[in-house]
């Protein structure tokens, strides 16, 4: 009877409601619209496919936003908005019900239905599909034992209650399971379409989508070109008529290409011109932070870093302030721990010497390096890797002159390709590398599969149960108050153990004409979708 | 001569498969694979896509099922780009690679042969020298300074009413000209500052020879002299050059269309070998060599044609 109560306060208590107003560009009063509705973005690759089963960058989420949408959507602000669905319920922990809204439609007109969802889902996770990005819908229960092949597609824990009701059960409480249907990996695909055309359903003519825009061209490394869906359920709202992806890999071209008018933002400015550009442009150079940390991964499994005092003296002497503000100039944001400014479910880790004045750090440090059994006689010694580029060059020889100056630690240098670097970070042959995270999507449990024991993304090999004790804790918590200190004590006891040097958060610095509404620097997901932008008169 | 031209085609087939198994060594001897991404792939996803692209197959294995595919004129699917196959992606930048670079080489020979002859006819002379000077200007500045000059002045600084610039400083857009001209202007200075100069020396040593020396004796003008007694001989070390420049124009594109963010060869080579997309990359390898094969061939045949003297 206790229990029984006791069940019947939680599930009360869980059931969580959300039902927003539909999100539609916010075009200010008074304000004078172009005629010509026509954007250009420029994207900084080819993009790797406009399957939802296959996109996994940031080139394929950005233009996956436009042409599909899941259940629920990224806002101009970077906040989760109803997309497909309208309302959704956590009915229980690990449970999840969304209500689609019956207006709902694919580009040929027919409804978006729960079915839809569920045979996409399905068909990610079907190994003959060879989906690369699979990290989103492994969270629902039953996707592992699919991917390996082990379960039929059908065991997938998601069912259609009725064609607009969908109920979907996470393999554990999942908080931030509506950032996760936000993003294309989890966006319906037309099942008729697929059936039909198989491998080339994606192709302009072939292709139909539930999204804002629908393809009318894609010319490889050329152009990307959609135009405004009418069959789109908010399609009143979305004042972009045309949009055109340019894929350009330099940025030097694209801010040539910006300058002469093709393109009308970019996705970011050359490297190492910060101050320049900011000059020339103004105010349209807009800079803003991204859900993402450059850091160096410390092989904790190594002898040279086994010992924590020896990670930690390395860190504390790193001047963070003078490498963001003098070196990168590109507004980063210094940081001492995994987890970056803006991302939900923890705050970010800032140590108590990293006020300290530098020689009091450089002292301690000394301190901690000789009690580790360093000394002149004796320096540590270890390689530390990097990838080509003209930033992570920068930034190791600033972090081994740190080292070696105040320190007398001799850190030698070593430059790979960066599948080089990757290949041989998985596998645990070196002993610091580069490193850095994006965020798949928006809270602290993105980053944590790095710091828990035996994780798959943990190239650290760092291992401490009581972190992982506090993340389960963390996660089966429903009170999200609650879970975001759980997931702060965590990341706070696996930071204090300096298992990496944290060095700043990336900036996120575009070129946006001053005729472009609707973008908002302060969206720290760093998707912005179209629809929510508008052309101003000029 | 026939029989030349046929033994040399069939030679392309034993020089492709070297190609082919040699870079295919290579590119599987490299560490990192297509699906090393900076976040790890659970076990189970690798499974599947090492499944997909039959890279769970022995390496032997793999190679004997590309080169059957091969045979039946597919060069695979791509490993990055996943929507296309290489046969897409290749059949989509070769005209743009051919339509700039392929252009740009006959402008450029007929503008250096011209030149050149001018240069040498009047050696010494102020066209001789402003020829030398221009020749020097593109061979010194690499592309990847005098690209961005080009389009500075004609894509920033020189603007039209709409004030988008004169040109566009990049892309292909609908590929008509307006896209063309920057990136064939580039090729085309930097080729002609080459056959330029090869050609000036050329016809200097030509206009010396004895035959030239006996022309002038019986009174022959000056313009019937170069043009009928000294081109073609002259021509013979440009035809020399004009291989290099035909294959450079597909393998150097990767810097001029890296500067233009032209959607042609050059830039599928950097992301096939970026992203150890072995199929792309094998089939752009397979591409350049047959090219290199029948440019070498198609010089070798123009010595026959310039030179009675040389026999096949």
Redesign the interface.
């Given at each position: 009877m206790k229990l029984s109560h006791s069940l019947t306060a939680v599930l009360s208590a869980i059931t969580l409601t959300f039902a927003g107003a539909a999100s539609a560009v916010t075009v200010p009063p008074g304000t004078s619209l172009a005629a010509k509705q026509e954007l250009t973005r420029q994207v900084p690759?080819?993009v790797?496919?406009?399957?939802p089963a296959?996109i996994?960058s940031w080139t394929g989420d950005t233009i996956g936003l436009d042409l599909f949408e899941g259940l629920t959507r990224i806002s101009a602000a970077g906040a989760v908005v109803p997309g497909v669905a309208e309302s959704w319920t956590r009915t229980a922990p690990d449970t999840w019900v969304f209500k689609l809204r019956h207006d709902a439609k694919w580009s040929n007109g027919q409804p978006v239905t729960a079915a839809d969802f569920i045979y996409s889902w399905q068909r990610v996770l079907d190994?003959?599909?060879?989906?690369?990005y699979?990290?989103l819908l492994?969270f629902v229960k039953g996707a592992?034992a699919i991917?390996?092949?082990k379960a039929p597609l059908t065991s997938l824990a998601a069912r259609a209650v009725d064609p607009y009701t969908l109920e979907v059960k996470t393999e554990v409480p999942a908080a931030f399971f509506t950032e996760l249907t936000a993003m294309p990996a989890m966006a319906p695909v037309n099942k008729a379409t697929v059936d039909k055309f198989g491998?080339?359903w994606?192709?302009p003519g072939n292709l139909v989508s539930n999204g804002p825009y629908t393809l009318t061209d894609w010319?490889?490394?050329?152009?990307i070109v959609m135009v405004k869906d009418n069959n789109y359920w908010n399609a009143q709202h979305v004042v972009i008529t045309k949009v055109t992806y340019?894929?350009?890999?330099?940025d030097?071209?694209?801010m040539?290409?910006y300058?002469?008018?093709?393109i009308d933002y970019t996705y970011s400015i050359p490297s190492g011109i910060y101050a320049q550009v900011s000059k020339q442009f103004g105010k349209e150079l807009q800079t803003g932070v991204q859900l993402a940390t450059y850091f160096y991964s410390l092989n904790n499994s190594d002898p040279a870093f086994h010992d924590p005092r020896v990670r930690q003296a390395l860190s504390m002497v790193i001047d963070r302030d003078l490498l963001t503000s003098k070196l990168t100039q590109a507004g980063e944001v210094p940081m001492y721990g995994l987890i970056a400014k803006g991302t939900k479910g923890a705050a970010v880790y800032t140590p108590d010497w990293a006020s300290w004045p530098m020689a009091k750090r450089v002292d301690y440090a000394r301190g901690l390096l000789k009690a580790a059994g360093y000394s002149d006689a004796h320096p540590l010694t270890f390689t530390l890797t990097y990838n080509t580029n003209d930033l992570h060059k920068k930034v190791a020889l600033f972090s081994t002159s740190e080292w070696r100056t105040k320190l007398g630690v001799n850190a030698k240098l070593e430059n790979v390709?960066?599948?080089?670097?990757?290949?041989?970070r998985?596998a645990g042959k070196v002993q610091a590398s580069r490193?850095?995270?994006?965020v798949?999507y928006n809270d602290a449990m993105s980053y944590f599969d790095q710091l828990r024991c035996g994780g798959?993304?943990n190239?650290l090999h760092f291992c401490d149960p009581k972190v992982d004790a506090l993340v389960d804790q963390a996660n089966a918590q429903l009170d999200d108050q609650k879970r975001t200190a759980l997931l702060t004590q965590a990341h706070n006891l696996a930071m204090s153990e300096t298992p990496l040097i944290a060095l700043f958060q990336y900036s996120a610095d575009r070129l946006v004409k001053p005729y472009v509404g609707g973008y908002q620097p302060t969206n720290y997901v760093d998707q912005r979708a179209s629809q929510d932008m508008y052309l101003l008169a000029h | 001569m026939l029989a030349y031209a046929l033994r040399r085609t069939l030679w392309v087939i034993p020089t492709v498969l070297a190609v082919i198994t040699v870079c295919y060594l290579m590119l599987h001897a490299?560490?990192?694979?297509p699906?090393?991404?900076?976040?790890?792939?659970?076990?189970?996803?690798l499974?599947?896509?090492n499944?997909?692209?039959h890279l769970d197959q022995p390496l032997w294995k793999q190679y004997l099922l590309y080169l059957n595919a091969l045979l039946h004129g597919d060069l695979g699917p791509s490993v990055?780009?996943?929507?296309?196959s290489v046969n897409?992606?290749v059949s989509?930048?070769l005209p743009?690679s051919l339509g700039v670079g392929g252009l740009s080489v006959p402008i450029a020979l007929v503008i250096g042969v011209l030149l050149g002859t001018a240069a040498a006819v009047r050696r010494d002379g102020i066209t001789d020298r402003i020829v030398m000077l221009l020749g020097n200007v593109g061979n010194v500045i690499p592309p990847f300074v005098l690209g961005?000059i080009l389009?500075?002045v004609f894509?920033?600084l020189l603007k039209r009413s709409?004030?988008?610039?004169w040109?566009?400083?990049?892309?292909?857009?609908d590929g008509g000209w307006r896209y063309r001209v920057l990136p064939m202007a580039l090729l085309v200075i930097i080729n002609v500052s080459s056959i330029a100069r090869v050609m000036r020396g050329s016809m200097i040593e030509v206009l010396s020879g004895n035959f030239i020396r006996t022309a002038r004796a019986k009174g022959m003008p000056g313009h019937v002299i170069v043009l009928r007694h000294a081109l073609k001989p002259a021509l013979m070390p440009v035809v020399s050059l004009l291989g290099s420049i035909c294959i450079s124009s597909i393998t150097a594109a990767v810097v001029t269309e890296?500067?233009?963010?032209?959607?042609?060869l050059g830039?599928?080579v950097?992301?096939g070998a970026?992203?150890?997309d072995y199929t792309l990359v094998l089939g752009l390898v397979v591409l350049t060599t047959v090219t290199a094969v029948v440019f070498n061939l198609l010089v070798d045949l123009a010595y026959a044609w310039l030179d009675p003297r040389i026999r096949y």
């Open positions: 690759t080819e790797e496919s406009l399957d296959h996994e190994p003959k599909t060879g989906s690369k699979t990290i492994e592992k991917l390996a092949g491998d080339s994606t192709r010319e490889p490394n050329n152009r340019v894929p350009v890999e330099s030097e071209t694209a040539r290409m300058q002469s008018g093709q390709e960066y599948k080089v670097l990757l290949s041989e998985h490193d850095g995270w994006f798949d798959v993304q190239d | 490299t560490p990192g694979g699906f090393d991404t900076e976040k790890h792939l659970s076990a189970a996803t499974a599947n896509l499944a997909k692209y990055r780009y996943v929507d296309w897409d992606l989509k930048a743009v961005p389009v500075w894509a920033i709409d004030g988008h610039g040109l566009p400083a990049g892309g292909w857009g890296s500067v233009f963010a032209l959607p042609g830039q599928l950097v992301d970026i992203n150890r």
